[in-house]
């Protein structure tokens, strides 16, 4: 996926995606944490 050429802003689009599963971890993480 990330070394596809013929999608425009592919290098942007991955970083958004990177971005978007660190924040769902750091919530998932966050939530299993956060009762004890």
Avoid: D, E, R
């Amino acid at each position: 996926l990330y070394s596809i050429n013929a999608i425009k802003f592919n290098h942007a689009i991955f970083h958004i995606f990177v971005l978007i599963g660190s924040a769902c971890h750091f919530i998932a993480v966050y939530w299993y944490v956060l009762p004890t």
